[in-house]
């Protein structure tokens, strides 16, 4: 995806994620907040689904306290990159997409440490921009965000013709020594 081409959403933010929710259906989330997400909890208590939260903006948290959380279907992640400088920002995201979920929601403001040619060479797609930005409110908490990534392990590299046996250099003489 060229990083130039802005997919615009009439949506906002939190109905945008409760779409996101209804689409994966995930059974396990990871919510990596510092606000409350209503969309999350009203999946949960719809679902059943099983939601652990952490709060970055808590004392001592890092990357590597990620490493201690089991694997989810599904992860969400609000705002990291204004909650930590770019590198700090980076390792968080990349633990949770290397180690906790193989699918991951990212919700970001323009202001965010991390640039987007970053977000694109750690795997994920931009998903929308979001027109309208409010103030949020305690049933909109995602309203000031104007970006959204996505992270899906199962499609971020697609298959290449050219990448298998038959272009390789004499596959026939393997075999022989």
Not at 123 to 134: E, R
Request: charged fraction near 20%; aromatic fraction near 10%.
């Amino acid at each position: 995806m060229s990083s130039n081409r802005r997919i615009q959403s009439d949506l906002d933010p939190d109905t945008h994620l409760m779409s996101l929710l209804q689409v994966y259906q995930p059974r396990k989330i990871f919510l990596l907040s510092a606000i409350e997400l209503p969309a999350v909890r009203d999946y949960q208590n719809a679902s059943g689904s099983e939601v652990v939260t952490l709060n970055p903006a808590e004392k001592g948290f890092t990357a590597e306290s990620l490493t201690s959380q089991p694997p989810v279907d599904l992860a969400i992640v609000v705002n990291v990159g204004a909650t930590f400088p770019k590198k700090a920002a980076q390792s968080v995201i990349g633990t949770i997409r290397n180690m906790v979920a193989p699918k991951i929601a990212a919700y970001e403001c323009l202001t965010t440490s991390v640039p987007e040619n970053d977000w694109f060479a750690l795997g994920f797609k931009q998903l929308a921009t979001f027109l309208s930005v409010a103030n949020p409110t305690a049933d909109k908490p995602l309203a000031f965000c104007q970006l959204a990534y996505g992270y899906d392990l199962g499609s971020y590299n697609h298959k290449r013709e050219w990448n298998n046996p038959k272009y390789w250099a004499n596959p026939e003489m393997w075999d022989k020594r």
